[in-house]
């Protein structure tokens, strides 16, 4: 079982819909990161917490470090959301260690 | 956007041929990071780097070398490569080891 779990591993939605994509690990954490990935592109850190919610633009990040889960959500999604979004948490500790889940495929229909 | 630039895009080799990977960044973060990416896997660490001269071994090192003998090169070999590393190549950079993660725009790498 990966440490990192994500869910669903796709999703396809109408324009203007709310997203909801579901993160959950098994180890304890210092932080977890949230990143986002357009298909043959980079990788780009949307969020990184440790507790509670972030909230950029129409992007929130939330997670219960209790349940040992985060959830990244999107309102009003349009087309460009359309990317893989990839759950990582780092364990903490002096050695840098993230640990990735398989990521989520978003698609997002005009 | 951070300054993080791999090079080269894209590569095509032959198998046994060595190969390097270049990560350069001008942040001036002192951690440094390889992954790779494959499907049906998430990313995974190769080495990483903590200062100058200071690496250590990720969870798939088997096969690579790295060297960073200035702060902002992170240098990735493949000392003989095989097709099981065709694969794409991040390169990271972090200030510490718990703060943000700025990625590069990756190397796809195909061993023929």
């Known amino acids: 079982k990966n440490e990192v779990e994500q869910s669903p591993q796709n999703l396809t939605a109408q324009e203007g819909e709310f997203i909801t994509i579901n993160c959950s690990y098994s180890?304890?954490?210092?932080?977890l990161h949230w990143l986002q990935q357009h298909p043959g592109g980079g990788i780009v850190s949307l969020f990184m917490?440790?507790?509670g919610k972030k909230k950029h633009g129409r992007l929130i990040a939330t997670i219960n470090i209790q349940e040992k889960h985060s959830s990244l959500h999107i309102t009003a999604s349009h087309p460009r959301d359309s990317a893989v979004y990839i759950c990582?948490?780092?364990?903490?500790?002096?050695?840098?260690?993230?640990?990735f889940g398989k990521g989520t495929l978003l698609t997002v229909n005009p | 956007d951070a300054g993080i630039t791999q090079s080269p895009r894209h590569k095509v080799t032959e198998t046994g041929t060595p190969v390097t990977l270049r990560c350069h960044q001008t942040?001036?973060?002192?951690?440094m990071y390889w992954y790779r990416q494959d499907p049906g896997h998430g990313l995974r660490l190769i080495h990483y780097?903590?200062?100058?001269?200071?690496?250590d071994k990720g969870e798939v090192s088997d096969g690579y070398s790295v060297s960073r003998s200035k702060t902002e090169d992170f240098l990735l070999t493949l000392e003989s490569a095989t097709s099981s590393q065709t694969s794409v190549y991040f390169c990271?950079?972090?200030?510490?080891?718990?703060?943000?993660?700025?990625f590069g725009q990756g190397t796809r790498l195909t061993v023929v």
């Open positions: 990271a950079i972090s200030r510490t080891p718990n703060t943000e993660a700025f």
């Open positions: 180890v304890g954490i210092s932080a």
């Open positions: 917490l440790s507790s």
């Open positions: 990582a948490v780092n364990s903490g500790g002096s050695n840098y260690k993230l640990t």
């Open positions: 942040e001036n973060h002192r951690y």
């Open positions: 780097s903590y200062g100058v001269k200071d690496t």
